[in-house]
């Protein structure tokens, strides 16, 4: 464990609090940046000291003389690490996924979880049009054929302007991506179980006719029990012959045997994927590597302006707990005991609420 570049904290906040980062050097420059004068700004600061990820035993022991732990997206939140840290009084993911946190475990033993902002609304839809255009135009294809030393065939493109996107989801992605999609001309189809209308007019309809009907697809649902795989051997059948789907979103709302058997078979036409099933959310290699389908390495949020924006929104709740207020982006404030005594022993800087 190692102290880093500590800074006087400004005149507003006073409250002493020992904060570790656990982005180990390429995520810290990527994520974490151009925010760490900030956070220094307010709080103390201990880097994650290796090249690599640590895990949740080595956090333990790293972290000990911390009291927050601001985690990188593939730091998990398992149950031995609140019991195994007195000190600790929150855990705040620096994405807004918090699937791989025992929030449970954590606010049994008091510990307070939150999450980021969700500032990367603009930058995962523009990755799913950029998928989408590669599908259309074979772009990868034919890029490696080049590199490759081939002359690339003449690869017969679809152009966008007419088909037929279905976006399964209409939340905070699915209603900008839809906008974005209708601007190229295309006829956008929405079903969502818990939108009853489109305030942009979109036409709404059952998964089964947007599945029948759509060029392509974009499962960009949440990751619950019920959407879990729910692109699967009957929904693919579903789907007209040659259509395509563009998952940005969670791996798990593809079955991937089923997606994979219907690329063998020629029924799907293509699959570009952001997402999967393998470790920190990235594709899964046996499916990536298949012909027909383009695998980036979960880039969805992966611009300074997402990063800068998440990174600072860390740096705004360990400043809330320092004035005594309740972060932002909270989910478990009720069961937040020890963040509750720390301020009851006069550690924050404004009343308590």
Known sequence: MRAVGLSPRSSSVTAVLTVFLTHQADDLEAYYGRALPKLRAVAEVVLNPLDRDLDTSELIAAASGCEVIIAHRSMPGEATLFSGLP???????????????????????????????????PSTAELALAL????????TESTIDFRTGLCPAQRPGIQLK???????????????????LRGLGMCVLVTDPLVESTPDGFEQCELDELLARSDFVLPLAPATCSTANMIDAEALRA??????????????????????AALDSGHLGGLAMDVGRSSDQRPSPELARRPGVIATPHLGGLTPENADAQAVSSVEQVTAILQGAMPPRSVNAEHASRLRSWWGAGHDTEETP
């Open 87 to 121: 000190r600790l009084l929150a855990f705040l993911r620096c994405a807004v996924d918090i699937s791989t946190i025992d929030v449970s475990a954590a606010s049994a033993e008091g510990v307070l979880v939150g999450h980021a902002d969700k500032s990367f609304i």
């Open 239 to 260: 789907m007209r012959p040659g259509a395509m789907i563009v998952n940005v979103s969670r791996g798990e709302l593809l079955d991937e045997a089923a997606v994979a």
């Open 162 to 180: 007419g088909r037929v996107a279905g976006i399964i989801g209409y939340g905070a992605i699915g209603s900008y991506l839809a906008g974005v």
């Open 132 to 139: 989408m255009l590669d599908l259309a135009r074979n772009v």
